[in-house]
Each structure stands twice: as C-alpha cells, then as structure tokens.
C-alpha cells in the first residue's frame, strides 16, 4: 500500500501546478507579441483547452514515466515558446510545421537565430528544475496515482473539454475573419487574436488534415502527367507568336498592384482621371482589356504564384504557405538560370504569406521586405507605396549596371478598407463628392494614390535609362470592391452591376505589358487570367516556362493577332470559367453570356469544355503535391 502523501507532493498538485506554469508561459509570450493582445474569457478558455489536451494522455502513462514524460513536454513547449520569439525577432513570424526544415534549405541563417536569443529568454525554462525536483519527490512518497477506469475516464473528460474550449475560440475567430485558421497568412495576428497555443493548434491540425486527407496518386497517373507537361511544352514551342523574343536580355520589372480592378483603367471621376499614368502606361503597353483574378484562398500570394509559376492556386489553404518546400520552374528561375539578378520587393513583413519562404522557391534571390527597407512612412501594413516605389528605384539604380535583373514589386498601400488618413491629400486627391466616407469612394481614393506612386516610379525609370531597356508588366491582384457595396460601384459606374454576370464582369483586372519604345502597343481582348501573365512574359523574353498551366497570350490570340479567341478559357478555382464571352458554372450547369446577360444553352460541347477545366485544375493540383517540378527532368529550354 502506497504511504499517504503530503499534500503538496502528489499527482493532482503537480498537475494543476504544472497547467497553470506552462498557461503563464504562455500568456507572457502571448502579451509581448503585441499590446492589442488581450486576454477575454474565450482566449483564455482556448488556450487551456490547447494545454489540458496535450497534458491529459501523460495520465494514462505507467507511473514511473509520469514524471520524466510531463517534464520533457514542458522543455518542448518552452522550445516552442522560444522558436517563435526567435522566428518573430528575425522575420516577424512565428513557427509553422509547413515551414518545418525550411531554413535549413534556405542556408545558414541558424547562426543568425542563435545570435537572437536574448537573457530574457531563460524565464521560460526557469521552471523546470523546479517541477523536476517535485516530480522526483513525488516519485519518492509514492504520489503518482495507479492507473484505473475512473482516471482514464477523468483523462479523456479533461482532452474533450479541453478541445471543446479550443474549438470553440478557433470557430469564433474564423467567423469574424473567414478563412483566417486554414489559411493563416498573418501568423502573428493569428496568435495575437487566439493566442499562440490556439494558433500552433490549428496550425497542427491544418498540417495533420492536409496529411490524413492527401491523395494518392499511382505511378501511371504521375507518368501521364509527366507526359501531358511535355507534350504543352513541345506544342509551346511550336506555337510562338511573332512577338517571341522581342524582350529577350532585357530588364523585367513586373508590379503587382495591389486590389488594381480593371474598372478604374480610363475611369474619370469628378473630372480626375482615377489612374492618368496607368492610363499613359496601358496605351504605351499590350492592354489585355478582359483579364480576370482567377486568386482563390491565398488572394495576394495566389496572384504572385500564377505571375510567376503558372499554376493554380491550391484548392484549399494557401499555395505560399503549404509548398514553399517544393521546387518550381518560374520566371525567377528561368532568369536567374540566364544570368538575372531575381529580387522580389514588399513593403510588409516577411512572413505575411509565407513569403520570406516561397520566394527562394519561386527563384527570387532576394527578397526586401519591410525588414530590410529603410524605415519610412508607414500607411496601413507597411510601408507606404511612395516610399517603397522611391526605395526601390535607389536598388534597381544601384543594381543596373551589373547586368540584366528582374525586379517583382508588390504593391501594399492601396488595400481593403482604403481609409487610411495619411495619404497624401494636398498633392494628390480626387473629389469625392457624395462618395466620400465610402468603400468605393475611399478605394478610388487609394488607387489614386497608388498610381501616382508608380507614375513617380515610371518616370524615375525613364530618367535612369531603364523604362526602354526593360518590359514593365502592370497587373492587379484581385477585386477591390466587396459585393455589398455593389450598389455604388453600379452608381458610380452608370451600370447596372447587380446580377452575378455582370459582377463577374466587373471584377476583371487589367495586365498590361510594356515593351520598350512601347512597340507591339495596342489592346487585346483575349480572355486572360494571372495565370497566363509568366508564359506570356516568357515568351516576350525568349524562353517557355515548361509547367506553365497558363498560356502565352500572343501566341496568336485576340484582336492583336488576329486570330479568334472564342476557344481560349480562363478558368477559376471553383471549376467555372470564361470562354470567349461566355461564363460558364459547370457546379450550376449554366452558362451566361457576360456581354447581354442572357443564359447561353448547355450543350454538350459545354459539358466536355467543364470536363476539361475540372481536368486541368486537378491537373495542376497533382503537378504541385508530387512536386513535379523537382521529379521531372525536362530539357525545356529547346
Ligand atoms: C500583405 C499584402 C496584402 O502583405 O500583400 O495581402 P492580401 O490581404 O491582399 O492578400
Ligand atoms: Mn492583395
């Protein structure tokens, strides 16, 4: 018989001791990430949900190893503490099990984190000596509990309850900002809005979902994949328009703009013209006048994953933030293979998105971020778009004469809700009217300020000799305006945008390529998405990409060639797609035409085309978890 123990040295002591030490770690950790952190009944319940699971299966352990077991747990959780004061002071991030490995790849910067830690850090290891000694004394009197029924079934109360809790606060998140959990693009704000427990929560449980749910893909499937890439590669470069090469040894300078809807382009409002030196740059360019966002859960990162790998978007989550582990063929690639120097440019923190890790992938050698800019003005996320335009033209002068380069700049100032008081107004404004104060109002606005920011840009470019030695790409990201505010983009419009045609409609993005001297200027109204921008970029430049999903846009379609466009799709995450002018919902069977609104018949020849756009994307799903980029040895530079 076990001799009684002192009240102090047993089992459920050392437990509620041991819930209470690790949830204070935490809370510390938690409340230095930000001071808008703050601590509500849901959090709290949330992240002692997250510890009574990890802590109620040590219960059901043999007695001796109770002890020993809780106590390497508390070391791994302080690890984990202190990884993400590491990853936030070096990249303002925290830990992700999709990155896990990753920095290793990246190169040396271990050294780099070691040199962050800080005195301060030994707080969150300065309890376990202390719980070691009183896990040994209870060993010694004999506290740990035998194992039995009532104990297990207290176990299994405590992981339900506890996972309840945790559950609860993730689903009370996602409601106010869906798709936050499954997509964490801002790890920080996660963890400052759930806690850091209920963020590597979720985290765990997006990675184990992904693992538990993946498809598995047989041998013949990954061949005829392998097969139908390098038949497209072979037909691209058979097809090439008379404008391949054009652009080959030049600079590239592609800008993604941020929420840039085609709408403004041309667009005058109160006698302003809403965007002058996009206009200025779109008559001087290749104006694709019918692109479409085809961005799906990732939004911005989506876009800057078609621009570059010609890929689609991941059904679910984030590519950026699930396969920044993979290889890919990608304009930054394929330049850096011929010399470029492949930097990308944003003025927000690195780890939004995940991008300090995808970037290697996508071939950026470089990446300046909020981290390494200057300090400057800051509107919104970042770094203003004036200073960030202005920044980075002092690197491209500093870079342009060592050879060519290729420059990604992503745009931030003008985003969703386009309020932010600090533009610039005496210099810069548009006259609202009875617009001002409102979502439209407050975006026409912004994109003011936008373009203005790239028109200083474009002209700095002329200055420094590079705007004719360069193709300059303009694209926009995804739509701007939410679909409640639709009735005063309709207004402001003069059009009647209400129906889910003409919502479409109104959602496309403009891509316009510049080349220099502006030759090959004109519009084309080839349908084209994001993902066709890097095949096309490619083809102007010299080169294919190999796994493009996309197509090459001046291969012989639209009005710029001549050649008819009614066969090309643009298809979008959800399976539906645009064909010509049609808009066709397979999940609905309907078609409607985008011009007249009406419904276009269903024939049997939309059921194949649907067939072949649901084909495609689960085409290109494969292609991205096989990492085929990585497995495929294709001599696509022929
Ligand atoms: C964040 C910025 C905006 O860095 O690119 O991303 P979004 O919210 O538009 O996806
Ligand atoms: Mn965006």
């Known amino acids: 018989m076990a001799r009684p123990t002192s009240v102090f040295r047993n089992e459920p002591f050392f437990t509620a001791i041991f819930l209470v030490v690790m949830w204070l770690k935490f809370y510390f950790f938690d409340s230095s990430l930000s001071p808008r952190f703050s601590?509500?009944?849901?959090?709290?319940?949330?992240?002692?949900?997250?510890?009574?699971?990890?802590?109620?299966?040590?219960a059901l352990l043999p007695r001796p190893l109770r002890g020993p077991c809780l106590i390497a747990l508390d070391a791994a959780l302080s690890l984990l503490i202190l990884t993400d004061a590491l990853y936030l002071r070096y990249s303002a991030d925290l830990f992700s099990l999709y990155n896990l490995g990753l920095y290793a790849q990246a190169g040396d910067v271990s050294d780099a984190i070691i040199a962050l830690i800080e005195p301060q850090d030994a707080k969150y290891f300065v309890d376990i000596p202390f719980l070691a000694l009183l896990s040994r004394a209870i060993s010694r009197e004999g506290g740990w509990r035998w194992l039995s029924i009532k104990r297990a079934s207290a176990a299994l109360v405590l992981a339900t309850l506890g996972a309840s809790c945790a559950a609860w606060k993730m689903h009370s998140y996602d409601r106010a900002v869906p798709g936050a959990i499954r997509s964490l693009w801002d790890r920080p704000a996660v963890a400052i809005s759930v806690g850091s427990l209920v963020y590597h929560a979720a985290d765990a449980m997006n990675v184990a979902g992904e693992r538990i749910a993946k498809k598995h893909y047989s041998k013949e499937e990954e061949d005829e994949l392998a097969g139908w890439i390098e038949s497209r590669a072979a037909q691209r470069a058979g097809s090439r328009g008379a404008t391949f090469g054009v652009a080959a040894g030049k600079n590239l300078i592609m800008i993604q703009v941020e929420s840039l809807q085609a709408f403004v382009v041309g667009l005058a409002f109160g006698g302003t013209e809403v965007t002058p030196n996009i206009n200025r740059f779109a008559r001087n360019g290749i104006h694709f006048t019918r692109a479409f966002n085809q961005t799906a859960g990732g939004n911005s990162s989506d876009?800057?994953?078609?621009?570059?790998?010609?890929?689609?978007?991941?059904?679910?989550?984030?590519?950026?933030?699930?396969f920044a582990g993979n290889a890919f063929i990608t304009l930054g690639t394929e330049l850096a293979s011929r010399g470029y120097e492949t930097t990308a440019f944003h003025g927000d923190k690195p780890g939004f998105w995940n991008r300090n890790h995808m970037y290697p992938a996508l071939g950026f050698e470089r990446f300046i971020s909020k981290n390494e800019f200057a300090p400057g003005e800051g509107i919104g996320l970042g770094l203003s778009d004036r200073d960030f335009f202005r920044q980075s033209l002092e690197y491209l002068e500093d870079i342009k004469d060592d050879g060519p380069f290729y420059a990604f700049l992503i745009t931030l100032t003008s985003h969703h809700p386009f309020n932010f008081g600090a533009f610039e107004r005496q210099a810069i404004d548009i006259q609202l009217g009875e617009l001002e104060g409102t979502v439209p109002g407050n975006y026409l606005r912004a994109i003011h300020y936008a373009d203005a920011q790239i028109g200083n840009f474009l002209n700095g470019l002329e200055r420094d000799e590079l705007l004719d030695n360069s193709l300059i790409?303009?694209?926009?990201?995804?739509?701007?305006?939410?679909?409640?505010?639709?009735?005063?983009?309709?207004?402001?419009?003069?059009?009647?945008?209400?129906?889910a045609a003409a919502w479409r409609d109104i959602q496309s993005i403009p891509i316009i390529m510049r080349l220099p001297r502006g030759e090959y200027a004109g519009k084309s109204d080839a349908p084209a998405g994001q993902i066709d921008i890097a095949p096309t970029v490619a083809s102007l430049m010299g080169f294919t990409i190999a796994s493009a999903f996309g197509e090459d846009l001046l291969a012989g379609l639209g009005e710029l060639s001549g050649r008819e466009t009614s066969e090309k799709m643009t298809v979008f995450r959800n399976g539906s797609f645009v064909k010509g002018y049609e808009w066709v919902q397979p999940g609905d069977r309907r078609a409607v035409d985008l011009r007249t609104n009406k419904t276009a018949s269903w024939s049997e020849k939309t059921a194949s085309d649907a067939r072949q756009a649901a084909e495609l994307l689960a085409k290109s799903d494969m292609f991205i978890e096989l990492d085929m980029a990585r497995k495929i040895r294709l001599d696509y530079r022929r």
Do not use: Q
Request: proline share 6%; net charge neutral.
């Open 39 to 58: 601590l509500t009944f849901l959090t709290f319940a949330g992240g002692a949900g997250v510890l009574s699971c990890v802590v109620a299966p040590a």
């Open 303 to 322: 876009a800057e994953f078609m621009s570059n790998a010609s890929l689609f978007p991941t059904a679910k989550g984030a590519a950026f933030a699930r």
């Open 473 to 499: 790409v303009i694209y926009g990201d995804h739509p701007a305006i939410p679909r409640g505010d639709a009735d005063r983009l309709g207004a402001l419009l003069g059009r009647d945008i209400s129906s």
